[in-house]
Antibody, heavy 122, light 107 residues
Framework: EVQLVESGGGAIQPGGSLRLSCVVSGITFSNYAMSWVRQAPGKGLEGLSLISYNGDSTYYADSVKGRFTISRDNSKSTLYLQMNSLRAEDTAVYYC???????????????WGQGTMVSVSS | EIVLTQSPATLSVSPGERATLSCRASQSVSSYLAWYQQKPGQAPRLLIYGAFTRATGIPARFSGSGSGTEFTLTIGSLQSEDFAVYYCHQYDNWPLTFGGGAKVEIK
């Protein structure tokens, strides 16, 4: 069974930093591109960042470019999202999602974790 | 950025009836269009990809159609477990974008 388990969320003040992790099991993690998607309370879905199977290619939404960094450790089957300079509008559930291909080109999200909540407030 | 517009925003349907949801893209996405189902407190679940291909384990009552800029998700005979929010999603171009969602509620 494929599992994606996020951790690292919590309450943080504006301007602070958090690092989210997503441990993946049940698949050969290094074969697939991975991503982070978020959902603000009561709102829709927003694709934030993608990383190719080997980490060579990364993509960011304009809303997080320059503040968030996606990375992966294939030896640990783990995806990361380093979030800096957090703002109130970053408050959301953050989902880790597996892509259905390797290079993050025209791949879609075929499996999702249960999400981790990030709340940015003073 | 490709904008996806879903309609209607809310659809009230009786169990056993058919539901049809629409998704319009601001520019062509070819067939790189997926549909997701999300229930309260849960992560989205992939239903359809490539505009019309059902994902693994998805019942045949879910069907997708369309290409270019106009797409449709049809649920053939609504079951109790189908009442949820549905999102369309394009993966033709970065940034990957989602529609605003369509809630299918019990009439």
């Amino acid at each position: 069974e494929v599992q994606l388990v996020e951790s690292g969320g919590g309450a943080i003040q504006p301007g602070g930093s958090l690092r989210l992790s997503c441990v993946v099991s049940g698949i050969t993690f290094s074969n697939y591109a991975m991503s982070w998607v978020r959902q603000a309370p009561g709102k829709g879905l927003e694709g934030l960042s993608l990383i190719s199977y080997n980490g060579d290619s990364t993509y960011y939404a304009d809303s997080v470019k320059g503040r968030f960094t996606i990375s992966r450790d294939n030896s640990k089957s783990t995806l990361y999202l380093q979030m800096n300079s957090l703002r109130a509008e970053d408050t959301a559930v953050y989902y880790c999602a597996k892509m259905d291909g390797s290079d993050a080109h025209r791949d879609t999200f075929d499996m999702w974790g249960q999400g981790t909540m990030v709340s940015v407030s003073s | 950025e490709i904008v996806l517009t879903q309609s209607p925003a809310t659809l009230s349907v009786s169990p056993g009836e058919r539901a049809t949801l629409s998704c319009r893209a601001s520019q062509s996405v070819s067939s790189y269009l997926a549909w997701y189902q999300q229930k309260p407190g849960q992560a989205p679940r992939l239903l359809i990809y490539g505009a019309f291909t059902r994902a693994t384990g998805i019942p045949a009552r879910f069907s997708g159609s369309g290409s270019g800029t106009e797409f449709t998700l049809t649920i053939g005979s609504l079951q109790s477990e189908d009442f949820a929010v549905y999102y369309c999603h394009q993966y033709d171009n970065w940034p990957l974008t989602f529609g605003g969602g369509a809630k299918v509620e019990i009439k």
